[in-house]
């Protein structure tokens, strides 16, 4: 694949082969972040799972210590009381069926959708949209519930979600590079043990086959996931 002169400077201070230590690798990252933009730095980790199977899904959700660095936009739907409840705790989107004509003409102008029992009916409605996207809500993530004030305070807070793509790899935001050393750390610690935990029981063999960290626009730096028990 060929590369423009900045990334291929960058690279130059990678060695592809070793598998560095956790701030280690915060460090180089954070050090190759050189964009004209706060870049996002990202974790990419390809398991052994086979998505394929039931058994061996790995998806869940964790709240970051340092938060995301990103304003998240929030849809919820609900109505009532519960309605009232998510405008109060800062949703910045609320309803319920009237919605969907408006999703269904191309709307996403949010990054989260989180929906009471009660309106999946409706939310199951427009699935085959907000499932490509990773929007769709569910019980696992927390994001189908009635308690809207927690899911939206945790989701204000940090909270990310990670699962399984088709390739086997689950691609998760660390936080930004403007971020400290520490607060890269405490995130990538969390998630780590979060996902580390989240292994299938039913999965034989290597668990978590290599993890990468980066930034938006630098090179990707090998991480030694021994710590993390994989």
């Known amino acids: 694949m ?11 201070a990678v060695d592809r082969q ?16 050189t964009a004209k933009f706060d870049e996002t730095i990202e974790l990419h980790i390809r398991t052994g799972c086979d998505s394929r199977h039931a058994d061996q899904q790995v998806r869940g959700s964790v709240v970051l210590p340092a938060g995301t660095g990103k304003k998240v936009r929030i849809l919820v739907f609900a109505k009532g009381a519960k309605a009232d409840e998510a405008q109060a705790a800062g949703a910045d989107f609320v309803g319920a069926e ?17 929906a009471t029992p009660d309106m999946m009916g409706v939310v199951g409605r427009i699935g085959r949209l907000l499932g490509p996207k990773g929007l769709m809500p569910n019980p696992k993530t927390g994001t189908v519930t009635m308690d809207v004030t927690k899911a939206i305070e945790d989701t204000k807070a940090g909270k990310i979600e990670y699962r399984l793509d088709k390739a086997n790899i689950i691609h998760v935001p660390v936080g930004k ?3 400290t050393e520490e607060q890269l750390k405490s995130n990538l610690d969390t998630l780590m043990n979060a996902i580390a935990k989240a292994r299938p029981a039913t999965l034989k063999g290597v668990y978590m086959k290599s993890a990468t960290l980066t930034s938006t626009m630098g090179p990707g730096v090998r991480l030694d996931t021994v710590p993390f028990g994989a």
């Open 18 to 33: 070793t598998k560095y230590a956790e701030l280690d690798a915060i460090q180089l990252v954070k050090k190759n972040a």
């Open 2 to 12: 060929k590369t423009g002169k900045r990334y291929a400077e960058l690279l130059k």
């Open 177 to 179: 590079a403007s971020f």
């Open 98 to 114: 009237e919605l969907l004509p408006k999703i269904q003409g191309g709307w996403f102008d949010y990054d989260v959708v989180i």
